[in-house]
């Protein structure tokens, strides 16, 4: 490839150049932006904003621009490289077929994959239905109480019950988990690397040897175990229980349509991935985890919870619940550091319960588990001894050492992909994907590739797939009317339409989400990702069946090397908290390689995310909170004082920037200098990336360690709250220590820490989407859209400032890519709050900005590069408009309870109702602009009650007549 970076003519773009497409406001827009803000080019504006010490002067060596034509027609050619092989591998990933419905309608929607975390409830009830539908699901067939909206991986998910265990259960003394061998290899290792970091005690061996005394916690079983047998664990969780302690299961939905649910056997926790629900494989991701347990742990729960509750008129609502669990409240004593989950794939494998109800997922069960019985009964006819009776979808063979040789010769001649478990034994899981025509090639394949003499008819006719009492479900799940009203493809195209109808999305309008970065997801980037060639591979099949992905991987490190100025990168975290976690351990690993171990002391400024302090705890961090000062920015001298008085242990700092006001501090390298003076390293958090590419280095101002939101920066979309990507930078001293895997060796040194996700490259099937950006873009293109996202921000907060102060400012009064509208001072003359204003906006058609991060009683509005300059004016008018509607309140006008904001949102049910008491009119309501007389959009619930469904937690499908609207006295 040439590496020529071409300049981008203003005049003379190109046709099919993509960069005026991604970047919203156009040059001569800009002109005119300029000039509001007092500056005759991009250039001297950007000058004025980026202090200079830290300014990054060259042009981002990732290529020339590319239209979508060129770039997905080299992409082709690398997705060529990738073989798709029949895999038989199982592990937690499985072939799935995934409902064409769904897949065009969800996975390929933007009006499904571009929504936000549904933080602003009223506007995001089809997604919270979709997902409340999930939880029900995974409630039903896990046999538990109550469950989250998703978690990131299996793996993970496992860590996650382990410190859910850990908290209710654990102490210095009680602080053993015993994990049974027959886990999956990758969930063993996540549990391990995380157990460590935490001084958890972890006992890996067989189950049946268990040795459960008081010092034990919890324990850790896979149900069907990784070679598809089936155990009975009754007596196993009862000693459990006797001690105190917790039973963890990692399980498998489709194998709990047929089997005893855990929960009915003694359970506390299951976890697993819904992915065989119809999401594909992508080697190795995105898909959802699912986590279940019982209610009396329901404070403790990591990652969403979806709960109903209901609005101001007494009607149901869904929102997310018990937020207060979470992170952004409880910081370094939260349950969790989960964040960014995997919404859109919750969604997915939900709909695919409700497409195909308990019927159709029992029958697609019992289909798969008929294959592995024929597929057993013919191995055995073969000579085979199967070394379990009791299994669902895999089965364990004996070959001999010999016999394995001549076996993978012919599974390779039949491009088909087998596990070997051990020298001399094999595993072979199949699935909904299986047909009558694999399982005689398997057949072949085992007696190394010659002809059997027997055929599929034949041996499934004396085949007895029915389960031994002990196992045997006899539960009914699914019986809510939603898992049996859309088995006709037109009923769910409209329920799936139904639900889209009610949530603002960017198809809507701007999400202006200070810190969470809402840009143009392009349909380029979007197309790869369900090509077959990134879609369908297992993660672990032989890596040179994935030469694609592997360019793509080195292509995509090397760009991210390149943006962050780093030495090395690691794709494996799946999300920037994950990414705070994976390189927070790194750090530890670098300490405790040069004897340093000690060193676990981690400064976090008081304005930091609430991720970081939360990752802190989870990678074996003690917190020091270091003060901000009255302009926003790290307060030098109380940061300075704490890194002396540590001096002796402090491992890391961890600082956003620019800093989560948003404001490029200038003092940042006399900050990392400190930090390194005294043996710390500089954890950068890099969810404000899309203020620094091609503008300005973390690795040039001496941090350490920095993580990327590719869901953020790099155009992935937020899928309503997931999938996201959180790969980390690093610099020299520290890539010895990135992540590794132990099934598939991505970074195989022995120094590797990890691994921190279940797969060895995590998402892998979303990163061609940040792939094709950064190569449509070209290094002066990335640079232009970061320009042009300050210049966006600043123009709002122009705009905006003699209507609403503009909290923090950096150089010359200019703000980053956000900027904070202090909204704290309506209280008083209006009765006025933050919330009234992001729940008035969505009457006039948007969603609110971040509320209350970083400043409690705020707005933060980031409006990226790729909204227009005419959708930046909309939004500057809502903002105007609402001054003035609090402006009637304060001159008493307008009624100070009773008036547009207080009673916002208004829904279409509200403002055509037959009775109208309200002291301002339906048209002030609903139509407060021009555009919202063209373009409305109604939110589908009023304001909701977020206290009363904490109270009343029901975060399954509720029965039905919960629908009926209930007094609001009640
Ligand atoms: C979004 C964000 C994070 C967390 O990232 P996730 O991908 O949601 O885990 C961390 N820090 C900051 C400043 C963020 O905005």
């Known amino acids: 490839m040439v590496m020529v970076p071409r300049t981008i003519s203003p005049a003379v773009a190109a046709v099919d150049s993509f960069i005026p497409r991604h970047v919203g406001p156009s040059r001569s827009e800009q002109q005119q932006m300029l000039a509001a803000l007092g500056y005759d080019s991009l250039d001297a504006f950007i000058d004025a904003v980026v202090p200079e010490q830290i300014r990054f002067r060259g042009t981002l060596n990732t290529g020339p621009e590319r239209s979508e034509a060129e770039v997905l027609a080299a992409l082709r050619q690398i997705a060529a490289r990738n073989q798709v092989y029949r895999s038989f591998i199982g592990m937690g990933y499985h072939g799935t077929h995934t409902p064409n419905v769904i897949l065009r309608n969800i996975m390929e929607n933007p009006a499904w994959y571009t929504a936000y975390t549904p933080y602003q409830a009223e506007i995001a009830q089809g997604r919270l239905e979709a997902l409340l539908n999930y939880q029900t699901m995974v409630i039903d067939l896990t046999g538990l109480e109550i469950a989250n909206a998703s978690l990131l991986d299996e793996g993970t998910a496992a860590a996650e019950a382990m410190a859910l265990a850990f908290a209710a259960k654990g102490s210095a003394t009680k602080n053993v988990l015993l994990v049974a061998a027959d886990c999956h290899p990758q969930t063993i290792a996540v549990v391990a690397a995380r157990a460590a970091a935490r001084g958890v005690t972890v006992t890996v061996g067989d189950a049946r040897e268990f040795a459960v005394d008081e010092r034990v916690f919890g324990v850790l079983l896979q149900y069907p175990g990784t070679d598809g047998a089936i155990v009975d664990y009754r007596a196993l969780t009862e000693q459990v229980h006797a001690v105190g302690g917790m039973a963890i299961v990692a399980s498998d939905l489709l194998a709990l349509c047929l089997l005893t649910p855990p929960g009915e056997w003694g359970a506390d926790i299951v976890v697993g991935n819904s992915q065989r629900f119809g999401v594909p494989m992508g080697y190795g991701g995105p898909h959802a985890a699912f986590f279940a347990?019982?209610?009396?742990?329901?404070?403790?729960?990591?990652?969403?919870?979806?709960?109903?509750?209901?609005?101001?008129?007494g009607a149901p609502a869904l929102r997310m619940a018990l937020q207060t669990r979470e992170q952004h409240i409880r910081r370094e004593k939260a349950t969790s550091n989960v964040c960014t989950a995997q919404v859109l794939l919750s969604v997915m494998a939900g709909m695919y319960a409700v497409y195909h109800g308990p019927a159709g997922l029992t029958q697609i069960a019992e289909r798969v588990h008929a294959r592995a019985g024929?597929?057993?009964?013919?191995?055995?006819?073969?000579?085979?001894?199967?070394?379990?009776?009791?299994?669902?979808?895999?089965?364990?063979?004996?070959?001999?050492a010999h016999g394995q040789q001549d076996i993978l010769a012919a599974a390779e001649a039949y491009r088909l992909n087998l596990r070997v478990l051990e020298p001399g034994t094999m595993t072979v899981s199949v699935d909904e994907t299986t047909t009558e025509q694999d399982i005689a090639d398997l057949w072949q394949v085992f007696n190394s590739g010659a002809a059997v003499d027997f055929n599929y008819a034949d041996v499934a006719?004396?085949?007895?797939?029915?389960?031994?009492?002990?196992?045997?479900?006899?539960?009914?799940?699914?019986?809510?009317?939603?898992?049996?009203?859309?088995?006709?493809?037109?009923?769910?195209?409209?329920y799936m339409y139904a639900l889209q109808a009610r949530d603002f999305s960017l198809v809507h309008g701007m999400i202006p989400l200070g810190s969470c970065t809402m840009k143009l997801n392009a349909t380029a980037e979007m197309i790869p990702v369900t090509w077959p060639e990134f879609g369908q591979l297992h993660p672990f099949a032989p890596r040179t069946q994935a030469e694609g992905y592997a360019q793509l991987f080195r292509e995509l490190e090397h760009d991210l090397a390149e943006v962050t100025g780093f030495a090395g990168v690691s794709l494996q975290p799946?999300?920037?908290?994950?990414?705070?976690?994976?390189?927070?351990?790194?750090?530890?690993?670098?300490?405790?390689?040069?004897?340093?171990?000690?060193?676990?002391?981690?400064?976090?400024?008081?304005?930091?995310?609430?991720?970081?302090?939360?990752?802190?705890?989870?990678?074996?961090?003690?917190?020091?909170?270091?003060?901000?000062?009255?302009?926003?920015?790290?307060?030098?001298?109380?940061?300075?004082?704490?890194?002396e008085q540590h001096a002796a242990n402090l491992g890391a700092l961890m600082v956003t920037y620019p800093s989560t006001h948003g404001v490029f501090e200038a003092r940042i390298k006399e900050i990392t200098a400190i930090i390194h003076e005294h043996g710390g390293q500089v954890y950068m958090d890099g969810a404000n990336m899309n203020a620094m590419v091609g503008v300005s280095r973390p690795g040039d101002l001496g941090a350490d360690v920095c993580h990327l939101n590719l869901h953020k920066t790099f155009c992935i979309p937020h899928g309503g709250g997931g999938p996201g990507m959180g790969p980390i930078g690093v610099a020299a001293q520290l890539v010895p220590f990135l992540p590794t895997h132990p099934v598939i060796a991505s970074h195989d040194v022995s120094t590797a820490i990890g691994p921190v996700s279940a797969a060895p490259w995590g998402s892998a099937s979303i990163l061609p989407i940040s792939y094709v950006y950064i190569k449509m873009m070209g290094g002066e293109g990335l640079a232009y859209a970061t320009k042009v996202a300050i210049l966006n921000a600043n123009y709002i907060a122009k705009q905006l400032e003699g209507h609403y102060p503009v909290l923090y400012r950096g150089q010359?009064?200019?703000?980053?890519?956000?900027?904070?509208l202090d909204t704290r001072g309506l209280k008083g003359a209006a009765g006025i709050e933050a919330e009234d204003l992001a729940k008035r906006?969505?009457?006039?058609?948007?969603?609110?900005?971040?509320?209350?991060?970083?400043?409690?009683?705020?707005?933060?509005?980031?409006?990226?590069?790729?909204?227009?300059?005419?959708?930046?004016?909309?939004?500057?008018?809502a903002m105007i408009g609402m001054r003035e509607e609090i402006a009637a309140i304060e001159r008493g006008e307008a009624d100070r309870e009773d008036n547009v904001l207080k009673n916002a949102p208004h829904t279409a049910t509200h403002c055509t109702a037959d009775a109208w008491t309200h002291p301002y009119t339906r048209q002030q309501a609903a139509y407060p602009t021009a555009w919202t007389r063209d373009r409305k959009f109604w939110p589908t619930v009023r304001r909701v009650e977020s206290a009363f469904g904490d109270r009343n937690l029901v975060c399954a499908c509720p029965p039905i007549e919960e629908y009926a609207p209930a007094p609001v006295s009640a």
Request: proline share 4%; net charge negative; with cysteine.
């Open 293 to 313: 347990t019982r209610d009396e742990y329901k404070r403790l729960l990591p990652g969403r919870i979806i709960g109903l509750s209901r609005d101001v008129e």
């Open 574 to 643: 799946n999300a920037g908290s994950q990414g705070e976690y994976a390189g927070l351990l790194v750090i530890r690993a670098y300490h405790a390689a040069r004897g340093e171990a000690h060193r676990t002391v981690c400064l976090i400024p008081q304005s930091a995310h609430g991720t970081n302090p939360a990752s802190a705890v989870m990678a074996g961090f003690g917190v020091v909170v270091v003060k901000t000062d009255a302009d926003g920015n790290i307060d030098v001298d109380d940061l300075r004082a704490k890194a």
């Open 812 to 820: 010359n009064g200019l703000v980053a890519h956000e900027c904070i």
């Open 841 to 877: 906006l969505m009457d006039y058609g948007f969603h609110a900005p971040t509320l209350s991060f970083p400043v409690a009683g705020t707005l933060m509005v980031e409006p990226t590069e790729s909204e227009s300059k005419a959708e930046l004016d909309r939004f500057i008018e």
């Open 374 to 400: 024929a597929l057993a009964a013919g191995l055995e006819r073969l000579g085979f001894a199967i070394t379990h009776e009791q299994y669902f979808d895999t089965i364990r063979v004996e070959v001999g």
């Open 461 to 494: 006719a004396d085949v007895d797939t029915r389960y031994d009492e002990r196992f045997r479900r006899v539960s009914p799940f699914l019986t809510h009317p939603t898992f049996h009203r859309y088995h006709s493809e037109t009923e769910m195209l409209r």
